[in-house]
């Protein structure tokens, strides 16, 4: 069973900083491609950031400049460091992942539960 637990939403004011993080556990082979997506209420879930096993990273230009991606190979954990949040960066924030489980498996995309930033003005 392959598992993906975000941790560190919360309530914060407009622009102060949340770090997010998201940790694979579970029997794996490999994680490739690593991302954060976000949805608010009424809208759909779109990308915030991706970064791949090389480190190679893409971010929205909304949040360009303010939000950084990376992650711990060794640990199988995603962050997404958010910096002078806005009230329009307010949604529920999850994670994905393309993982194999074994040498021969298809890559499949894993998301988590999801964790909500909600930013006062």
């Given at each position: 069973?392959?598992q993906?637990?975000e941790s560190?939403g919360?309530?914060?004011q407009?622009g ?5 993080s998201c940790?694979?556990?579970g029997?794996i082979?490999?994680i490739?491609?690593?991302?954060w997506?976000?949805?608010a209420p ?8 991706t970064?791949t096993s ?6 929205a230009?909304?949040?360009k400049?303010?939000f950084?991606?990376?992650?711990d ?5 995603v ?8 009230p329009e960066d307010t949604?529920v924030?999850?994670?994905n992942a393309?993982?194999?489980r074994r040498?021969f ?6 998301w ?10």
């Amino acid at each position: 069973q392959v598992q993906l637990v975000e941790s560190g939403g919360g309530l914060v004011q407009a622009g102060t900083s949340l770090r997010l993080s998201c940790a694979v556990s579970g029997s794996i082979f490999s994680i490739n491609a690593m991302g954060w997506y976000r949805q608010a209420p009424g809208n759909q879930r779109e990308l915030v950031a991706t970064i791949t096993s090389g480190g190679s990273t893409n971010y929205a230009d909304s949040v360009k400049g303010r939000f950084t991606i990376s992650r711990d190979n060794a640990k199988n954990t995603v962050y997404l460091q958010m910096n002078s949040l806005k009230p329009e960066d307010t949604a529920v924030y999850y994670c994905n992942a393309g993982i194999k489980r074994r040498s021969f498996s298809v890559e499949y995309g894993y998301w988590g539960q999801g964790t909500q930033v909600t930013v006062s003005s």
